[in-house]
């Protein structure tokens, strides 16, 4: 595309003039896609240096959707056969998922190969997705066609296409889209391995969900342009920033995560360029692109910036602050930051924090909530003077229109505010159950309607606030201690970033839980090793109290899931299988028992 193609782009009306938004009044997807493609508004896709390079109206994107659904047809699927899809950021994967709206085929996004450990790994987590969706068919891009064929090769998938291969077939067959009673698509979670759950969601889990995300998280504008770097393939990239927008006649500009990964700060200039209004984030992404952007920050305007939205993992307020700190020079406020809550057993959103109010941050006494399980507040002398006594938590918000939250204790109680226990959530998001797997339906589903998140928090004045997942926890010593305090603590020295730590307990043969925290060192120098465990143990201990076996690993040996989730579970199970080795050998090495 040209320059001057690229400025007449940026000309081009962000909403069509005379006609009505509506903010995803719609019984289905085609619905909300039909009436999309009645307006200017679409989607954008930048190449990793941040030109523009591919444009795609909503009414290009039904055009071509509508006729790659007849050459599914052609190709001799059949109506509700599961159709998994290879979801890199791009044009060809968004036809083919509403493509498969129309035709009345089930999609299953699945990863594109990106820090997937590898070439064998990424065949064996395909494989697990292909088996859990019983998928008829993959199609993916033509990089992936070997990948993609291998792990077919493994299931009962009797097709491989790729999109090239895909649009040259003919097209055949009469359109019966998806109605408002039927199923709309199955969504892996972030945590999904070789063994993965699929998350069965329905027409109207799905609008019920985008509906109440535009027009109560939200509160969509006709001027707003969103944008986005997270995955496709995740529930934040999928429902968050692309079916949501759709619903919603909104524009959306997309940076792959790739390209994000790489110049963190392009994510930055691309949405001053744009004038982008609405964008979301876990907090890694904010740390990331605030530690890059260094003086280029003085050419950004980011004052149209109206929601910043942080989700998919918890929210920390440090972060937070040093992001507004560094980019206020550009006008972004701190009053942009909306952190909210969801998951993909919920399509997407569950709870959302009031638009332009400054995020409320509650700093509690840490050693009431190790012995009491409660959230007392801390005093003010510890928070000013002690900051290894005070831990402190982000309230996410409130729960949307007709869906409930509660925090129950391990007997089913509900609990009053301030008390930590398991958070359940209920409403018409939630997902039908997982695909062919009811006993883990059942694990989580309540008979009162109530799903278990698998998360732990407390109430906070109508909010929920999270305190970690509850598979996390570490008992030592009879007492529960969060992961996340030992890796913060860890994180806070200079030679270590967000992501840098991974704590978890590991049983002996006496069943005792010893503490174990993997950190990723830079450096070979053998005094710079030593200084850096002394400095993390001490830190460690006067943050919960512990002692610790810090042992040092190679960059980048920690697992994270999709959605840049660190994988506590993942990062264990490498390191007792010896996938992830010591750099110091001679350190000291637990072997669970069982």
């Not at 070439?119 to 990089?143: F, K, T, W």
Request: with cysteine; net charge negative.
């Amino acid at each position: 595309m040209t320059k001057a193609e690229q400025q007449e782009l940026k000309r081009t009306p962000r909403w069509t003039p005379g006609m009505n938004q509506i903010a995803g009044e719609f019984s289905t997807l085609t619905e909300g896609l039909d009436y999309a493609a009645h307006g200017d508004t679409g989607l954008n896709f930048y190449a990793p240096r941040g030109a523009l390079e591919h444009v795609l109206p909503y009414r290009e994107l039904r055009t071509k959707a509508r006729s790659t659904a007849r050459k599914l047809l052609r190709a001799g699927l059949r109506r509700g056969e599961r159709v998994a899809i290879v979801a890199e950021t791009g044009p060809a994967f968004i036809i083919t998922f509403f493509a498969c709206q129309y035709a009345g085929l089930i999609p299953c996004p699945v990863p594109y190969a990106m820090n997937m450990g590898g070439h064998d790994a990424y065949v064996s987590r395909i494989e697990g997705m292909l088996n859990a969706a019983d998928a008829s068919a993959i199609i993916g891009p033509d990089v992936s066609k070997e990948a993609i064929g291998e792990a077919a090769g493994r299931t009962n998938t009797r097709m491989i296409l790729t999109h090239t291969s895909l649009q040259e077939l003919e097209e055949d067959g009469e359109l019966v889209p998806f109605q408002a009673d039927d199923v709309a698509y199955i969504q892996y979670s972030s945590g999904s391995t070789s063994a993965p759950k699929g998350v069965l969601i329905s027409q109207k889990a799905a609008t019920t969900n985008t509906r109440m995300i535009l027009q109560h998280g939200l509160k969509v504008r006709p001027d707003d342009r969103a944008f986005s770097w997270l995955p496709l393939y995740h529930d934040m990239g999928l429902v968050g920033f692309l079916l949501s927008p759709m619903m919603g006649q909104t524009t959306v500009d997309y940076l792959a995560t790739p390209a994000f990964a790489r110049r963190p700060a392009l994510w930055l200039k691309l949405m001053s360029d744009n004038r982008s209004t609405v964008c979301y984030a876990p907090s890694f992404g904010y740390d990331l692109a605030s530690r890059r952007i260094k003086d280029a920050v003085n050419e950004l305007d980011l004052s149209g910036w109206r929601i910043a939205g942080i989700g998919g993992d918890m929210v920390r307020p440090d972060v937070l602050r040093e992001f507004t700190e560094r980019l206020k020079v550009a006008g972004f406020k701190s009053t942009a930051f909306n952190p909210s809550y969801g998951m993909a057993e919920s399509t997407l959103a569950v709870t959302f924090t009031p638009l332009e109010e400054e995020m409320i941050v509650d700093v509690v006494d840490r050693a009431k909530m190790k012995e009491l399980g409660r959230a007392e507040p801390a005093s003010e002398i510890d928070k000013l003077n002690a900051p290894e006594k005070v831990r402190s938590f982000v309230a996410c918000g409130m729960p949307m229109p007709g869906h409930e939250i509660v925090v129950r204790n391990d007997d089913g109680k509900v609990l009053a505010e301030r008390e930590i226990g398991h958070v359940l959530i209920k409403g018409p998001s939630l997902m039908a159950g997982y695909y062919l797997n009811n006993s883990a339906t059942e694990e989580i589903m309540g008979s009162d309607g109530f799903m278990d998140t698998g998360d732990m928090g407390y109430m906070l004045d109508g909010q929920i606030v999270l305190t970690g997942r509850a598979k996390d926890l570490i008992l030592h010593n009879g007492r529960n201690i969060w992961p996340q305090d030992l890796e913060w603590a860890a994180e806070q020295l200079p030679d270590l970033k967000d992501g840098d730590a991974a704590a978890f307990g590991i049983e002996d043969e006496n069943g005792e839980e010893h503490v174990t925290v993997l950190v990723q060192c830079r450096f070979a120098d053998p005094e710079r090793r030593a200084h850096i465990r002394h400095e993390v143990s001490t830190l460690v201990h006067r943050a919960a109290g512990v002692e610790c076996n810090i042992v040092l690993v190679p960059t980048r040996s920690l697992p994270f899931t999709s959605s840049g989730k660190l994988s506590r579970a993942g990062a264990k199970a490498k390191y007792l299988s010896g996938e992830i080795q010591p750099l110091d050998m001679d350190q000291p090495r637990l072997v669970a028992v069982g």
